[in-house]
Structure formats: C-alpha cells, structure tokens
C-alpha cells in the first residue's frame, strides 16, 4: 500500500487560508450572539464555505472555539516572550515600563478574542478549553524582571515572586474593565499602572 502524496505547498497554504477564514468567521459571531451563537450552519454561511466544507476542518462548534483559542493563543504566545526579550538589558524600571506597554498592545492586537474569553469566563462556559499557557508566560516574564530588580538590591528576592503576581493581577483587572467598558485602548494606562506600583498613588 503506497502513502498517500504530501500535500503541495500550494494547497496546504490554500488550506491554512479556508481554516482561518472560518475562524476569523467563529471569532465575529461569537462577538456579535454570543458562543451558543457558534452553529456549524452560521459560521460556514459567514465564512462563505459549504457545511461539509466546514466539517472537514472542524468536528462541531465546540471544536471551532477551541480551535479558535488554541490558535489566538499561539499567536499571543510569541509576543509576550518577544516584549521579554526585547525589553533585557534595560534598568529596571523602563525594563517593566516598556514591557507592560508591549505586553498591553499585544492584548489591544487581539481584542477580539481576549473580549470573547471574558464573556466565555463570565457565563461559565464548560465548553472552552481550560489553557493557562498566556498567564503562566506573563508571570513568568514578570517574574525574571522582578528579579532583576531584587539583584538591583531595590526590594528583597523573596519578594519578586509575589510582586510579579501582583503585577498580573492589575494588568488583567485593567485589560478586563478596558475591554468591558470599550472606552479606550487598554494601553493608554499602562504607564500609570506601573506609576502607581512602584511609587503609589499619593505625589
């Protein structure tokens, strides 16, 4: 029995561009009615796809929203290791400066999704995959710039742990009353955030 042919560059490109266009599809819906919105029938309509079509990329709704979340998160991924990365090497506080404004327009890059996962975590949705790969990165990079600035002698090593999840916990409060309002970009505060976590609220 012979293997089947690989598929050709062409066609697996050909193929990538449907699978995400039936995403970009899911994402809209659930934005506009909401996850139970996500019928098979809707999104190959929105997507512009045949049912069948749709089927042969994706089991059923549910697997579409995890689909979708496994793909956006991979894509946020990188760019939460790339604001590590390219904010080393600077002292410590415009290191996390610049690392909480990277990290904010990151999440501003993928509104869309990150507005669905709120609405998903708020009604208590079973069907979406329990993924903690985005928060345990953040941390984790928050965590490395905090011990930086322990070895700096600005604050005990014992605490860069704790700081670090503290970090978390008001970048996530922001990002999530930012996109639940929808008054500004989530971004525009980030520099009074670190402000007012390293030297507090009072002048």
């Known amino acids: 029995m012979t293997a089947p042919a690989p598929r050709s ?8 561009q449907v699978a995400d266009s039936i995403l970009d599809a899911a994402e809209e819906i659930a934005l ?6 996500l019928t098979i029938s809707a999104v190959a309509d929105r997507a512009g796809v045949a049912v069948g079509t749709l089927y042969n990329y994706f089991p059923g709704g549910e697997g579409i929203l995890t689909a979708l979340f496994r793909a956006r998160r991979n894509s946020l991924l990188p760019l939460i290791s790339s604001a590590a990365t390219a904010t080393k090497g600077l002292p410590f506080e415009l290191r996390l400066r610049d690392f909480v404004r990277r990290l904010l327009i990151a999440f501003e890059s993928h509104e869309r999704f990150l507005r669905i996962a709120v609405l998903v975590d708020r009604d208590g949705n079973k069907s979406k995959p329990r993924d903690t790969a985005l928060m345990t990165r953040t941390v984790n990079a928050l965590e490395q710039i905090m011990r930086e600035g322990a070895r700096r002698k600005l604050f005990a090593m014992r605490q860069a742990p704790v700081y670090a999840r503290m970090m978390h916990g008001a970048l996530r409060s922001l990002y999530l009353w930012r996109m639940c309002s929808g008054a500004e970009p989530i971004s525009v505060d980030g520099d009074l955030l670190v402000d007012t976590f390293l030297h507090g609220i009072m002048p």
């Open 9 to 16: 560059p062409l066609r697996r490109k050909l193929r990538e």
């Open 32 to 37: 506009e009615l909401g996850v139970g919105g």
